[in-house]
């Protein structure tokens, strides 16, 4: 499966963003699909999951009430809805499929990743 993030961008701090992920090739709806970041200097961090349908998410801690995973699968396509935004989220931003069962926190176990978009937000 291929995966083209967008949706990234410079906003204020307090604003939003709406990333997507959009997939093409095999079925979307068999993977798990998860965000991830990565810093400037730091390693690539999770930021959130979601399970095959959209009931299941998952979000680290530093994101929970501000970030909203979802997905469309009749669009194959997963969004991270980002609100309160702050500058520490400053991150490139990547999306990616897992067509396993493994922990979903954990970058390597899945299989497909896309671009990365890049999000910045000023103080």
């Known amino acids: 499966v291929q995966l083209q993030a967008s949706g990234g961008g410079l906003v204020q701090a307090g604003g939003s963003l709406r990333l997507s992920c959009a997939a093409s090739?095999?079925?979307?709806?068999?993977?798990?699909v998860g965000w991830f970041r990565q810093a400037p200097g730091k390693g690539r961090e999770f930021v959130a999951a979601?399970?095959?349908?959209?009931?299941?998410?998952y979000y680290a801690d530093s994101v929970k009430g501000r970030f909203t995973i979802s997905r469309d699968n009749a669009k194959n396509a997963v969004y991270l809805q980002m609100d309160t935004l702050k500058p520490e989220d400053t991150a490139v931003y990547y999306c990616?499929?897992?067509?396993?069962?493994?922990?979903?926190?954990?970058?390597?176990?899945?299989?497909?990743w896309g671009q990365g978009t890049q999000v910045t937000v000023s103080s």
């Open positions: 990616a499929a897992d067509g396993g069962y493994s922990n979903l926190r954990v970058s390597q176990f899945y299989d497909y």
């Open positions: 090739g095999r079925t979307f709806s068999g993977y798990r």
């Open positions: 979601i399970g095959r349908s959209d009931i299941s998410t």
